[in-house]
């Protein structure tokens, strides 16, 4: 980890008329973190990552990346900076392959060229298992591919925070655990990571620090299972216990 926040949040609050999804946050990510993040449906986390992101702007609040005060930077210039993210559902360019998808992104997130925007690109391919269908029209994925290829957009912008956005959902077990290999390999070559998630059993096994979202706010956020084993989060998240709940 490195001794600065990479990402820091202060104050940040967002409302759509009398809809809060954001209620004063302050969040610290350090290089290096794994971070999950569960909540109740609505409790703004795709919000969140949107203003960490740029698709959206707080009403009130400053948002610091490495230092650098991002706050009123578009996701373009964001992600040139080095924060990118997936969507709940991929944004693929269907009609291009999946090579093409990537150096795409190279090009226009990582702001590369030439053959160093290629090599990137099949480097990504590699790292998200997805060499063999490379050819391949995104039309013609399904679905575990698909993630995988969102995931690999987002890697071909050269994150040094990668935001995951329900990229497990609809996935098989056996799916989601090789997903899981491919995000532990992602964050064991430094990449800080935040990975929101309904499968609580993948971020369990994979993250260090659990945050619960509700109601725009923050209600639990330390060790994984103590942050699952708390009054609070089983109340408004869980309505059981982690045990219970990681059966269904």
Known sequence: MTAGPLLELAGVSKRFGSIIVADSLSLVVRGGDAVGMVGPNGAGKTSLFSLISGDLSPNSGEVHFEGRAVTRLDSAQRCRLGIARTYQVPRSFEHMTVFENVLVAAYRGAGLRGHAASSLAAGVLDEADL???????????????????????????????????EVAAGLTEPEVAGLVEVIERIRARGVAVIWVEHVVRALVGMVDRLICLAGGRIIGDGEPLAVLASPAVKDVFLGTSYGEASQT
């Open 131 to 165: 060499r063999k269908q490379a050819n391949s029209p995104a039309s013609r994925l399904g679905l575990v591919q698909r993630k995988r290829l969102e995931l690999a957009r987002a890697l071909g912008c050269k994150p040094r925070l990668l935001l995951l956005d």
